[in-house]
Every structure is written in structure tokens, then in C-alpha cells.
């Protein structure tokens, strides 16, 4: 098959680090192709320097069996290059018509935007995804998974015959990520070369016909067909062995003591009638699909929202948590958010000082002074076991690539030492082997009395952690599911539960 994009040796330098070397990809009209590899392997670098935002250091580009090499985004989408980067570029002010039509809003002292046309054309890219949303609502009043779709809609609505997308399902339920692929397959059909980055194999299994593998910064395999590939082998192409997959033993807590209570909870965001008990060392899981009201959930218990109704208890006692530091400080409750750009992670500042943020008051009064090596015997383990790509802990978190960055906001938590942990979908945009290390970790804090609230979108990751699970559907608990580590029945239960 010839190709329509091609990249060709190309290599990469950052100030102490090798993003890529030798890189070649080739890339066919009318196919999925999908760009796989671990955390930092250089995928979204990949991508940057096809888009002309980086500059390679060597190698060349062939768009039509032609040279080039674009200056900026700008030449990119003039070129017929569509492309939705792994962080999300929106303007929260704007709305969501705004936002789509952004590169093509016009507009002049003599000539105003006209915005019933601007949002008439951003809600034909909506519905092609089957996003019920108003064109007029601004960004910023967006969950992140809809952020995400948004940013989709934006992409396509280019037309672009070549389109790249940097982990576009990341925060998607499978819901949502169905209406998606039978878009690109659409797409497909009509002649777009797309290429997709995801770390959730089974998506790459189901709608990619080739696939390039990085692995440390090089061609672990270049552009091969799919059909002979099953899902060892894509996870040996991408870290050097097969996928280790632990036996999960069944914990009973029933007899521990219970930490956190929710006894009829009503919150301003809408919740009413929460009941749930949260118990020493236990992962209780809360499920629901996008809009169920998990994280609302979880945001209202660390005192961000306002609790109506209903009682909340720590450790038996009734709690006023009115703001996050009460949460950390009074009732030693950390909540690892889901939209860790937004509030996780400080990024013109070091991995060491965002990873220490939380513990440094736990560290200081142990300790009375703090110095940098306190704070460094307490993370540089976990930088290691979660293999943290960095140059060192005086990167800039901005720096590193998505995924790592969102270890260092796991790493932050897991090295707290609170005795309760919320954490919503820890496992976005994580390699599968880091997302097995992230189990393994959350599964000996817990066993080592840590209680933990897990909220994911990831059925099967609920079924590998959970003790027991809440299904939760416009913000009530639909009820309880213990688990019996039984993907096929655990997760017709809860399901049944959402819909009952
Ligand atoms: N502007 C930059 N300055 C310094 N280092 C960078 C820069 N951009 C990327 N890197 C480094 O280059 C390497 C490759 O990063 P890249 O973002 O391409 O990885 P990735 O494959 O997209 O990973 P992920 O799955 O986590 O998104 C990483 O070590 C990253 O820290
Ligand atoms: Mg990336």
C-alpha cells in the first residue's frame, strides 16, 4: 500500500532526554493505524513534530510522495492535517461553538460573527457523535470526558483526510467511545488516514488495521497489518514481555470497623438518600456511567460542594468538612481528582515539589524542620516502582509526558498516609504495566488499613480492585454488588442495578 504520510528516521533530543530515534511510520489512506507504547516511548512527540509544533533534529516527513515540514499548527490544518493532542487546548470562557468554529470564526469590525450560523454548524459535528450538549453552554461547565468529546468535534469538523488522535478515548466510557468509532470507521471508509494512540488494547484490537509500536524512543515494530497480531504480542512489542496478570484473593470486611458513613445524604449539586459505609482497609468502588454523579459525589464528602442533608461520620463521629484542607488536615481524607490538569498538578514546578505537596505538613511535624532529603526518601521509592520517566525529580512536571504526569498525582496521594482515599479513574492514560503496579500499590494500602473510595470508569478495573460495589445512576446509590472477581457476573449485576 503506498502511503499518504510518512515519517522517516526521525530523531528527537530534550534537554536530557532521547524522545525518539530513528522513527519511521507510514501511514495509508482509508485505515486506522494504531501508535502504541509505554508511558514516555514518544508517541505524543511523535505527533507534535508531524504538526510542525517540535522541529526534529533529523529524519524527514513525505506528505504525497513530497518533502515537507511544517512551521506551526496553522500550515498543518491548511495542509489537510487534523489533530486532537492529549492535552486538552479549549478556551473555557468560550462556548462550545466557539470553541469548534474557533480557527474559522471571522469576524470583523465591519462583519460580526454571526453565532446562530457558528452554533447551527458545531451541533451537526455534536450529533454525528451523539453528544446532547448545547452549542452555546461554555466549556468550563464541561466534565472532562466531554471536553474531550468536544475537542473530537472540533477535529472533525476540519475534514481533514488525515487525522491524529492522541489518546482521544482516554476518559470515555465505552458508551461514548462507541458512537466514536463507528464515526472513524465511517471516516475510514471515505478515504481518512487516521492514526490512534490509545492504551486500552482492546479498543486497538477492534477498529485498527495497522499498528507502530515505540519502545524507549525507537521503532518497536514500524506500520505492520494487525490481522496477525493478538494482544501478547502487542504487549511484548510494547515492553519486552508478556502482561503478568495477578489472582486477586476476596476480602471480607464486614467485622471492620466503618470510617466514613453517609447516612441520607442530600448535597447542593443534587444527590439525595446516599447511604454508604466505607470500612477499615476496604475498596469499596462507586460505578455509574458519565453523569451519574460519582465525582460530585466524592467532591461534596472533601467539602468542596455543600452537604444539605443527611449526616456524614468519621470514625463514628459527626463531620463538618466545609473546605479541602479540612478534609486533609482535620479528618486525614486525600481525593486524587480525576482532572489532574486542572487541579492535581502544578506544572511549572518540580516533580519533587508536586509530589511532596501533601505529605510535607505529615513530614514536618515528624520531623520539625523539613529538608529536600526528607521529602526524597519519601518519594524517590515510588518515582521508582511506578517508573516515573524523568531526568530527575527536578523536572518540570510540565515536561513529562501524559502519562507521567499522571503518576506524579497518584505518587503525591499514595505517599500521603491518609486514612481515607478517594481516587477517581486512576488508571487514565496509564501504560498497562504502570496500571498493574497503581493495583498492586492501592491493594497493599489498603491492606495495610488505608480505606479506599475508588471511582472508574473501567469495568474491569473496578472487578480487579473493588471489595465491593456501589451502582450509582443520576446522583442515588442504585445499590450494592459484592464482588466475586467474576467479570461476566459482576458486571451484568451492576448493570442491572443502573437500569433497574
Ligand atoms: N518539551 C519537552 N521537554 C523535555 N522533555 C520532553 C518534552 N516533551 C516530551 N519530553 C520527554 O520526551 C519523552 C517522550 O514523551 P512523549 O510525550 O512523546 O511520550 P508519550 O509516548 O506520548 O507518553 P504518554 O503515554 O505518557 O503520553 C518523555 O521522556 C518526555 O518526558
Ligand atoms: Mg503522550
Redesign the pocket.
Known amino acids: 500500500m503506498t502511503s499518504l504520510l510518512e515519517a522517516r528516521k526521525i530523531s528527537k533530543s ?4 532521547k ?2 530515534l530513528e522513527v519511521s511510520i507510514h501511514l495509508a489512506a482509508g485505515s486506522i493505524h494504531a501508535l502504541l ?10 505527533i ?1 513534530i508531524i504538526t510542525g509544533i ?1 522541529r526534529p533534529d533529523s529524519g524527514e516527513l513525505v506528505l504525497d510522495g513530497k518533502p515537507f515540514h511544517f512551521n506551526g499548527p496553522r500550515e498543518a490544518i491548511a495542509a489537510g492535517i487534523g489533530v486532537v493532542h ?1 492535552e486538552r487546548n479549549l478556551i473555557p470562557r468560550f462556548s462550545i461553538g466557539e470553541n469548534i468554529l474557533l480557527d474559522r470564526l471571522g469576524g470583523s469590525l465591519l462583519k460580526p460573527i454571526d453565532y446562530e450560523s457558528v452554533h447551527k454548524e458545531a451541533k451537526r459535528w455534536l450529533d454525528l457523535l451523539e453528544l446532547d450538549l448545547d452549542p452555546r453552554t461554555q466549556v468550563s461547565q464541561l466534565s472532562v470526558a466531554k471536553m474531550q468529546l468536544v475537542e473530537i468535534a472540533k477535529a472533525l469538523s476540519l475534514q481533514s483526510r488525515v487525522l491524529l488522535l ?2 482521544p478515548t482516554a476518559s470515555l466510557t465505552s458508551h461514548e467511545t462507541v458512537a466514536l468509532f463507528s464515526l472513524l470507521k465511517k471516516l475510514r471508509d471515505d478515504g481518512v488516514s487516521i492514526l490512534f ?1 490509545s ?1 486500552k488494547l482492546e479498543e486497538v484490537q477492534e477498529i485498527c488495521d495497522t499498528v507502530t509500536v ?1 519502545r524507549d ?1 525507537s521503532n518497536a515494530c514500524d506500520s505492520q497489518s494487525m490481522a496477525n497480531l493478538g494482544r501478547q504480542d502487542l504487549v511484548r512489542l510494547m515492553i519486552g514481555r508478556n502482561e503478568q496478570i495477578p489472582t486477586v484473593e476476596l476480602r471480607d470486611h464486614t467485622l471492620a470497623k466503618p470510617v466514613l458513613d453517609l447516612i441520607n445524604v442530600a448535597t447542593e449539586l443534587g444527590h439525595a438518600d446516599i447511604n454508604l459505609t466505607l470500612r477499615k482497609g476496604e475498596i469499596l468502588g462507586l460505578y455509574g456511567l458519565v453523569g451519574a454523579g460519582r465525582t460530585e459525589l466524592a467532591k461534596s464528602i472533601i467539602g468542596r460542594y455543600r452537604v444539605t442533608g443527611g449526616n456524614v461520620l468519621v470514625n463514628g463521629q459527626r463531620a463538618e468538612i466545609n473546605s479541602v484542607a479540612d478534609a486533609i488536615d482535620v479528618y486525614g481524607i486525600g481525593y486524587v481528582s480525576e482532572d489532574r490538569k486542572q487541579e492535581g498538578l502544578i506544572l511549572i514546578h518540580s516533580v519533587l515539589d508536586n509530589a511532596s505537596i501533601p505529605i510535607w505538613k505529615r513530614l514536618a511535624a515528624r520531623f520539625g524542620v523539613l529538608t529536600n532529603r526528607d521529602v526524597k526518601a519519601a518519594i524517590a521509592p515510588l518515582v521508582d516502582q511506578l517508573e516515573v ?2 531526568p530527575s525529580l527536578e ?1 518540570l512536571v510540565g ?8 503518576k506524579i498525582s497518584l505518587i503525591k496521594w499514595l505517599a500521603a498516609n491518609v486514612n481515607i482515599l478517594i481516587v477517581d479513574e486512576p488508571s487514565v ?1 496509564i ?1 498497562i504495566k504502570t496500571k498493574a503496579y497503581i493495583h498492586e500499590l492501592l491493594r497493599k494500602l489498603s491492606s495495610e488499613g488505608t480505606s479506599v473510595l475508588l471511582i472508574t470508569s473501567d469495568l474491569p478495573e473496578m472487578v480487579a480492585l473493588a471489595d465491593r460495589i456501589l451502582a450509582m445512576d443520576q446522583y442515588r446509590v442504585k445499590g450494592e454488588v459484592t464482588n466475586t472477581r467474576n467479570y461476566a457476573e459482576v458486571s451484568e449485576k451492576i448493570m442491572g442495578l443502573i437500569h433497574s
Do not use: C, Y
Open positions: 530534550f534537554p536530557g532526554v524522545a525518539l507504547g509505554e508511558n514516555g516511548a514518544g508517541k505524543s512527540t511523535l507534535k517540535h492529549q492522541d489518546e494512540v492504551h515505540l524512543g520517566r524523568t523536572q515536561l513529562l509526558s501524559g502519562g507521567n504526569q499522571q492514560g501504560d
